[in-house]
C-alpha cells in the first residue's frame, strides 16, 4: 500500500470505527495514506487501524470524543507527533436520536447532536487548519445528509446540524480558498450503517447504498483529481434520491 493518490499523506477520518468512516479510512489506506482512524469506541479504533497494518497499510488509532475541544486537539497532536503534518481531514463523526418532535425533545437531547454533528466538526477544522494554512494545502471533507438539504418530521437536531455543516463547509472554503485549502462536503442519502439501523430508517424496500460507495466520493473530493472542485457539497443520494422514490430517507 505504498502507492496510490496519497502516498505518504495523512489523513484524519473522525467515525472511523464503523459504518462510513470505516470504509473511507480503507480507502486512503489503500491509495498509499497514513491514517488515523478516530471515535470514541476504543476496540473499534484498534481493530480497523489493525486490519488496515495487516494489509500493509498504515495506520494508527486514536479514542476521540470530537465534541470535547481538549480531546480534538490531543487527536491532531497525536497525528502531528506520528507523522508530523496533517493533509486531510474528513468529518464524518455523527450521532442520531430516533424520531421525536422538537417540542418534546429535552434541550440536553439537541445538544448533545449538535456538539457531535456541527461543532465537532468545527472543532477539527480548527485544531488542523493551522498546519494545513502554514504548509499551503489540505483537503476538508464534511459528511452532511440527505436530511441537510431540507426539514423534516423526527429528525430536527440532526437535520439543522447537517443543514448548518453545508453552510460550514463554504465558508471554510472562503475563508482558507487564499492559502491553498480546498473544503467540500458529501450528503450521503440511505446508506447501510448500523446509525440507520439504530434508529429504524431502514426500510425493507429500500435499495441501500454501501460505504465504500460513499468512501469514492470521499477520496475524489480529497484528492488532486478534484482540485478544481472547492466549497461545494455534492448529493450522494443513489438510489434513495426523493426523485425515484417520492419520499426522503429521514
Known sequence: MTDGRFKERVAIVTGGGRGIGKAIAEGF??????????????DEVADVAHEIVLKGGEAIGVVCDVSDETSVRQL??????QWGRVDVLVNNAA?????????DMEPDAWRSVVDVNLTGPFLCARAVLPGMIQQGSGTIVNISSIGGRHGGKG????RAAKAGLINMTE???AETFEHGVRVNCVCPGGVE???LRMIGGVRPDRNLMTPEEMANVVLYLASDESSAVTGTSIDAF????????GQMMR
Request: charged fraction near 15%; proline fraction near 9%.
Open 29 to 42: 489506506a489503500a491509495e498509499g495514506a497514513r491514517v488515523v482512524v478516530t471515535a470514541r469506541t476504543a
Open 76 to 81: 491532531v497532536d497525536e497525528a502531528i507527533s
Open 95 to 103: 450521532i442520531n436520536l430516533p424520531n421525536i418532535d422538537l417540542v
Open 155 to 158: 429528525r430536527g437536531p440532526y
Open 171 to 173: 465558508t471554510l472554503a
Open 193 to 195: 450503517t448500523e446509525m
Open 238 to 245: 443513489g438510489p434513495t434520491h426523493p426523485l425515484f422514490h
